[in-house]
């Protein structure tokens, strides 16, 4: 019953897929899409970049399912998925401006997160907003460990990984996202 | 403000503060309590973790729910390959016959005959033993979703009977055992009947 997969718990329906079983898969990408759906549109600042990132994912979730030691983690390992192939999509994206910067480049400079400039940031009224435009003023690479914390929950370690770089490197983004944004929100201090 | 931009007056950095609220590690705890400095960035780093949780929030709410058409387009792209698992030879009246199933085909019964039990769900199953070899002693291990107030044990019974049925009907394994374990309970009392 498909109604009925969607109250199981996670570790069911992960060691369903595992075996083969499409509808179970099919309810995980139903109850965690929406999550990688608003990480990768964070991270690639495209609503049709975001969609394609989450397919991407899923493909390669339904191919390594049988790889993840913990059934009940797939939730945390579908949003690290869609965290790596959100980063491909954006390093693609920059390969492909460097190589031919004007052609059919328009989404390629877009500014992540697709949020206006500076210059409205007086019309911002709510945290939410200015936090927006705060973090679309973040340098990428700070970014990108910022919505991966925050918005994934991913560790430092994990964050290390998928960015290839040290877990010391993302301590101190991190830490230097965060005063640059909470800087731009209220000042600090 | 500060002309460098990660080390407060006290002598502590903003990066060591950031790593506090991730982990609860600071190299001084109890400074924490008297210093203003640390306390204001503490509650500035709050105050922006608040605001990256709303932000989430909102935008979870815009990417829509799982059940909408941009996730059918998505589960209909996906052109998932099927898992066949081992081929499990069949007897035949014709030796030059070679009929076969597959295993996948073995755990979608099983699944299929422990959904149909009210109150169960079926989580992954595993065929133990060599399935390619004709006779060979197999045991089924299932485990098993419970519908929160549903009778354990007599559901546990019935569905083993069931599941020899339907695996002598459709297989032919030599089924020596069928092992289920409840891995769950699922606190979702809804009707079904």
Redesign the interface.
């Known amino acids: 019953m498909r109604d009925q997969l969607d109250l199981v718990p996670d570790a069911i329906l992960a060691g369903r897929a595992a075996d083969g079983d499409t509808a179970a898969f099919e309810a995980l990408a139903r109850r965690y899409g929406p999550h990688m759906r608003a990480c990768a549109r964070r991270l690639t600042g495209s609503h049709a970049d975001a969609d394609d990132v989450v397919q991407e994912a899923l493909v390669q979730a339904w191919k390594q399912l049988d790889s993840l030691r913990e059934p009940a983690a797939v939730k945390g390992w579908l949003l690290r998925l869609t965290g790596s192939r959100s980063i491909d999509c954006l390093r693609r994206r920059r390969n492909h401006a460097t190589l031919s910067a004007d052609d059919d480049g328009g989404q390629a400079v877009e500014p992540p997160a697709g949020e206006p400039g500076p210059e409205s940031s007086a019309m911002a009224t709510s945290g939410t907003e200015a936090l927006k435009l705060a973090l679309a003023r973040l340098p990428e690479e700070q970014r990108r460990c910022w919505v991966l914390k925050e918005f994934n929950g991913q560790t430092y370690e994990q964050i290390a990984q998928t960015l290839n770089i040290s877990p010391a490197s993302v301590r101190g983004r991190l830490a230097r996202a965060r005063v640059a944004l909470v800087r731009d929100m209220e000042g600090w201090r | 403000?500060s002309t460098s931009?990660?080390t407060l007056g006290c002598g502590h950095?903003?990066?060591e503060?950031?790593?506090y609220l991730?982990t609860g590690d600071f190299p001084d705890p109890g400074h924490l309590d008297s210093c203003p400095?640390c306390r204001?960035?503490l509650d500035?780093?709050r105050?922006?973790?608040?605001?990256?949780?709303?932000?989430?929030s909102?935008?979870?709410a815009?990417?829509?729910?799982?059940?909408d058409d941009?996730?059918k387009?998505?589960?209909a792209?996906?052109k998932?390959?099927?898992?066949?698992?081992r081929t499990i030879p069949l007897r035949s009246e014709d030796p030059l016959d070679r009929l076969t199933e597959t295993e996948?085909s073995v755990?979608?019964l099983v699944?299929s005959v422990t959904?149909s039990t009210p109150g169960a769900?079926?989580?992954?199953?595993r065929l133990e033993g060599d399935v390619t070899v004709p006779g060979e002693a197999i045991t089924v291990n299932l485990?098993l979703?419970v519908v929160f107030g549903h009778p354990l044990l007599g559901s546990a019974t019935a569905l083993r009977r069931d599941l020899g049925e339907a695996l002598a009907r459709h297989t032919e394994l030599n089924i020596a055992a069928i092992d289920i374990t409840i891995?769950?309970v699922?606190d979702?009392p809804?009707e079904?009947s």
């Open positions: 403000m931009h990660d950095t903003l990066e503060l950031s790593l991730d400095e204001n960035g500035s780093l105050r922006l973790s608040t605001a990256g949780s709303e932000l989430f909102s935008d979870l815009d990417a829509g729910s799982g059940s941009w996730m387009n998505i589960l792209n996906l998932l390959e099927l898992r066949p698992g996948g755990l979608a699944r959904d769900v079926a989580g992954k199953v485990d979703a891995t769950d699922i979702a809804r079904e």
